[in-house]
């Protein structure tokens, strides 16, 4: 089962997570065949870090739920929430064999929250330029509660129009990058 797990930071957070790096990546270290992606999310500017995400296949949803509230900063009160939800791997591939080139270009996570009917469920024009794609879903495995994206784009606005609009409560972009050992 894959699961879309977004750690939103909270404000004032930076040094503790700078404090908790290696704690943060020994424990992510434990789960390098069972990640998807990863990576921090910034504002548009790329000054202010607002998260980390993570898309993870784990065999249940209680090993999901272990994974996010068990993460160094969680526990040591870095994030303000975090968002956890059934995702689809709708590219069937990892971030690491993503063919376009990682130094170049901008990186974002587009988030769409809806509700209803789904939508975007296919891959849309530039391929190439997803990094990871796919719907956000409830428990079940089958109600649809939005899509996340990871893309390369020229803007934050052309990022965003990935998603049909009209279909989401509400859209975040935020700059990212990819995530993990240097």
């Not at 943060?24 to 998260?51: N, Q, V």
């Not at 190439?128 to 934050?156: C, F, H, K, M, Q």
Request: aromatic share 10%; with cysteine.
């Amino acid at each position: 089962m894959e699961y879309f797990c977004y750690h939103r930071d909270r404000p004032g957070s930076l040094p503790l997570r700078e404090e908790l790096l290696e704690r943060h990546w020994s424990y992510m270290d434990r789960y390098e065949k069972e990640l998807i992606a990863r990576g921090p999310a910034f504002t548009h500017d790329g000054e202010t870090l607002t998260g980390s995400v993570h898309i993870i296949d784990l065999p249940d949803p209680a090993a999901a739920r272990a994974f996010a509230f068990e993460e160094p900063n969680y526990q040591a009160g870095a994030y303000r929430d975090v968002l956890l939800r059934r995702w689809r791997n709708v590219l069937g591939r990892t971030m690491w064999e993503f063919p376009g080139d990682r130094s170049s270009g901008s990186h974002y996570l587009v988030l769409g929250l809806g509700e209803g009917p789904a939508a975007d469920l296919d891959l849309p024009p530039g391929r190439d330029e997803l990094i990871a794609y796919g719907p956000l879903l409830a428990d079940d495995g089958n109600t649809w509660l939005g899509t996340a994206v990871l893309l390369r784009a020229p803007s934050p606005d052309a990022a965003r129009a990935v998603l049909t609009p009209d279909r989401y409560a509400d859209i975040e972009v935020h700059a990212w990058e990819f995530g993990g050992r240097r």
